[in-house]
């Protein structure tokens, strides 16, 4: 199972971006990077996911290295709202199931 | 996106008591798992709810401590059993959608042991 490595916490100023890294070097070539965020006293919310590609929604976009060995995350504007942890994910197949394996994630602080 | 709707949000309960969890998704469903995340530390997966068979547990949680059912695709509950303080955690349900492969959480059920 691929493992994820991101810094512990970060901070950003409101209406600048957040760009948030990612290390999953041992990932294989069928598993997708997810990217979920936790806001204090919520359940975690799915932001943004790819495999290979780079992919934006409305929320965020995602960048993948070509080797597929990291990621980034970046919130193009951040706002206060966007202060949460933040969990990069790589997704495991296991005897036919799918799960989410969590690891520490980044706490973002947004600041004024 | 799917709603999961968790209830109790929060509960405190004496210990040597159990406490049910139920979770409602609104729309179609392919899995739904449980996670537990314990006071300021990252969630951890108890088991995959299984449509009419037994749950599949990871590692370090067993059957007669969290009981789980899945009668039909949209409902599961979890039953924390014979509650000690270790047990006080937030309990998560969650699920992939049929229509996309994204998982889903609900907000959580808050449990305090006395």
């Known amino acids: 199972d691929a493992k994820t490595t991101q810094p512990p916490s970060m901070d950003c100023a409101e209406g600048r971006a957040a760009n948030l890294p990612c290390n999953h070097s041992?990932?294989?070539?069928?598993?997708?990077v997810y990217w979920y965020r936790q806001i204090h006293s919520q359940g975690p919310q799915y932001i943004i996911h790819?495999?290979?590609n780079n992919e934006t929604n409305e929320m965020a976009s995602l960048i993948i290295t070509e080797d597929r060995k990291s990621s980034t995350l970046i919130l193009p504007h951040a706002t206060l709202r966007d202060t949460a942890v933040y969990y990069c994910?790589?997704?495991?197949?296991?005897?036919?199931?799918?799960?989410?394996?969590f690891g520490t994630g980044t706490r973002l602080l947004v600041s004024p | 996106s799917a709603v999961i709707s968790q209830k109790p949000s929060r509960d405190i309960c004496q210990r040597g008591t159990s406490l049910t969890i139920q979770c409602q998704v609104d729309?179609?469903?392919?899995?739904m798992f449980w996670y537990r995340q314990q006071p300021g530390q990252s969630l951890t997966l108890i088991a995959t709810?299984?449509?009419?068979?037994?749950?599949?547990?990871e590692s370090g949680f067993v059957i007669d401590k969290f009981p789980i059912s899945r009668p039909n695709l949209t409902f599961s509950t979890l039953t924390v059993s014979n509650m000690s303080p270790e047990d006080s955690s937030i309990y998560l349900c969650?699920?992939?959608?049929?229509?996309?492969?994204?998982?889903?959480f609900g907000a959580g059920t808050r449990l305090s042991v006395l």
């Open positions: 969650s699920a992939i959608a049929s229509y996309k492969n994204i998982q889903y």
């Open positions: 041992t990932i294989s070539g069928n598993e997708y």
């Open positions: 790819g495999l290979k």
């Open positions: 994910i790589v997704r495991v197949l296991n005897t036919g199931f799918q799960k989410l394996v």
């Open positions: 729309s179609q469903v392919t899995m």
């Open positions: 709810a299984n449509q009419g068979s037994e749950a599949t547990y």
